[in-house]
């Protein structure tokens, strides 16, 4: 290693902004328009190549890797345990979710899935469904931030603040929690966070109301949503589009119900699936109204989770949430793919264990915002660059987890 | 419902020759594909109506070390019946080539375009093979087991 870290060429800047399109071969009219990688509407650094012909758009090609920090690399580098502090940094916005189907997948492949106490489970629950809510708030602020709606989204920021107080009285961090580990967790619940938690629930039930009149149902919204990005329930599945998207085009398919992992056959909770109310089925507003509801159906389940975690499973003097925990992280040689419902959509993990260390061979992760992003070129062709921006931003992207 | 067995007897049925072994220990079962028939295959089990495996969850390309092979992992569903399956396709290691399956499910063009990028895989009959997470002038393919990282990128030293 030299101590001399960058040295400057001017050479070196020539090739800042790689592009598939030739400025030579364009029709007449026709022109690039770079928008990001540190344009707010992106969502992060996202960079979109983007052939206009006045205000339409003819072609978009999204460049990625910005934000790439080899996950998978490091993942092949560290036992299974400590790969989860990696997982959170993925999608940032809902550490939980993602913590919690890593966790499952490597659960399952030592076997001990059945071994993990019910308080467990349902603790695991409660948090990935506040992380849900806090994700789908999130998406649907920066929206509304995006097309012009300011207010709802100092409103869902201050909501938000509560369920990241929350997480973070839990496990000490506001954001990546590390909070879940392979067959248990890192403390129990702190005393009094159930009621807490009750508090805040009969506190957000009505400020969803408000939202929704807000945001949802504003005229102005609607008029920028409905009948924009319109995505074909066909073409959504041959794109692997997963999650709120997905629903959003009219198919009732949500891994918590399909594969009906950890506790969610326990608790009863709807799947709400775009109708086209406002426009045609699988436009921007049907998968922002998709997001809305599953904030209440997520709301529903906390209430659940926390009967039992106050009934049935409740706190014990000698509970011990680590009790379970393996001594050594090992499995048999096996492939392995396991997929959760993360809020964004199918969060799946390829595993290739060798049997003879702790290292995992091969780790991938299938990133719902990777897949997702992927439809970006089919769905706005031909479309204002206004448009444009009410697409990407109802793609609910993390760049986190696109580039991992 | 039906079981791996019998998707793979009506593959073995249908494509004499084209499966090669299958592997138990995976989750969900295996079947190990030869790569030349691999796209007639999937575009079979896409369209046939007693599968209809019309979803391509994952795509991972695997690098088995300097000794051994490359492989190319599909994992299917099909959302009407439940069903899951992974196909394994292996490629020689110094000329690796599988058959793009990008006309079969879009979703393959970026997980191809991974494969390619981090590990050198070459889709044959892909649109667009360019790398996709890392700059196009970087060298190596970082998740083979024999990668050496380059010393500097653009005057940025890549080791820290």
């Known amino acids: ?41 992106t969502h992060g650094v996202l960079r979109l190549e983007t052939i206009t012909d006045g205000e339409i758009v003819v072609d978009v ?11 998978e690399k490091h993942a092949e580098s560290m036992p299974y345990n400590q790969t989860i502090p990696y997982v959170d940094r993925m999608d940032y916005m809902a550490a939980m979710n993602s913590e919690h189907a890593y966790v499952m997948g490597v659960e399952r492949m030592l076997g001990i899935q059945d071994d993990i106490p019910k308080r467990v489970e349902y603790i695991r629950v409660l948090v990935a469904e506040l992380n849900r809510i806090a994700s789908h708030f999130v998406a649907i602020g920066t929206y509304g931030l995006d097309i012009g709606a300011f207010t709802p989204f100092l409103w869902v ?39 807490r938690c009750m508090d805040f629930s009969r506190y957000l039930k009505p400020k969803l109301d408000y939202l929704e009149q807000l945001l949802i149902e504003n005229k102005i919204f609607v008029d920028r949503t409905a009948d924009i990005g319109i995505l074909p329930l066909a073409l959504a599945i041959n794109n692997g589009i997963t999650g709120p998207i997905l629903r959003g085009s009219g198919l009732r398919f949500d891994l918590r119900k399909v594969d009906a992992y950890s506790v969610y056959p326990e608790l009863d909770f709807d799947i709400p699936i775009g109708t086209g109310k406002m426009g045609t089925v699988g436009d921007c507003w049907d998968r922002t109204w998709v997001r809305m509801q599953e904030c209440r159906e997520s709301l529903k389940i906390i209430d659940q989770c926390l009967e039992k975690l106050t009934g049935d499973h409740k706190r014990t003097r000698n509970f011990d949430p680590r009790a379970f925990l393996p001594k050594k992280i090992r499995p048999k040689a096996q492939d392995f793919y396991v997929r959760a419902e993360n809020p964004k959509g199918e969060l799946g993990f390829f595993f290739r264990a060798d049997g003879r260390s702790d290292i995992p061979f091969r780790c991938k992760a299938r990133a719902c915002s990777f897949v997702n992003l992927s439809i970006l070129p089919e769905l706005s062709r031909g479309v204002m660059i206004a448009d444009l921006i009410a697409i990407v931003g109802s793609l609910d992207l993390v760049l986190g987890e696109v580039d991992r | 419902m039906m ?20 592997d138990i220990n995976s989750t969900p079962t295996a079947v190990y594909l030869k790569s030349d028939q691999l796209p007639e295959v999937c575009e079979f089990l896409r369209d ?15 690098d088995n070390g300097p000794e051994s092979n ?23 290691r110094d000329k690796p080539e599988v058959p793009s399956v990008s006309a079969i499910w879009k979703t393959a063009l970026w997980h191809e375009r991974e494969a390619y990028d981090l590990l050198g895989i070459n889709f044959t009959g892909h649109p667009d093979l360019r790398r996709i997470l890392l700059p196009e002038d970087w060298e190596g393919h970082p998740l083979r087991k024999d990668y050496k990282e380059m010393e500097n990128y653009h005057g940025i030293q890549v080791k820290y």
């Not at chain 1, 001017?10 to 770079?34: C, F, Y």
């Not at chain 1, 929350?166 to 990546?176: F, I, K, P, Q």
């Not at chain 2, 019946?81 to 020689?92: A, C, P, Q, S």
């Open chain 1, 1 to 41: 290693m030299s101590t001399v870290q960058y040295t400057y060429d001017p050479a070196h800047l020539t090739r800042s902004e790689p592009v598939v399109h030739d400025p030579e071969n364009l029709k007449t009219g026709e022109m690039i328009l770079n928008i990001g990688p540190q344009h707010p509407s």
């Open chain 1, 61 to 71: 090609v999204p460049h990625l890797g910005y934000l790439h920090r080899c996950f």
């Open chain 1, 157 to 195: 920021m201050r909501d938000r603040e509560h369920i990241m107080r929350l997480l973070e009285w839990t496990c000490g961090a506001r954001m990546l929690y590390n909070y879940i580990w392979i067959g248990g967790l890192f403390y129990d619940l702190p005393v009094g966070f159930e009621e």
């Open chain 2, 3 to 22: 079981d791996f067995g019998e998707i793979k007897s009506i593959v073995e049925n249908k494509f004499p020759g084209a499966v090669l072994g299958e």
């Open chain 2, 48 to 62: 046939d109506d007693r599968m209809y495996f019309d979803m391509l969850s994952c795509l991972t390309g695997i």
């Open chain 2, 70 to 92: 490359m492989e190319v992992v599909y994992n299917l569903y099909s959302i009407p019946f439940d069903h899951h399956l992974m196909i394994k396709v292996e490629t020689g």
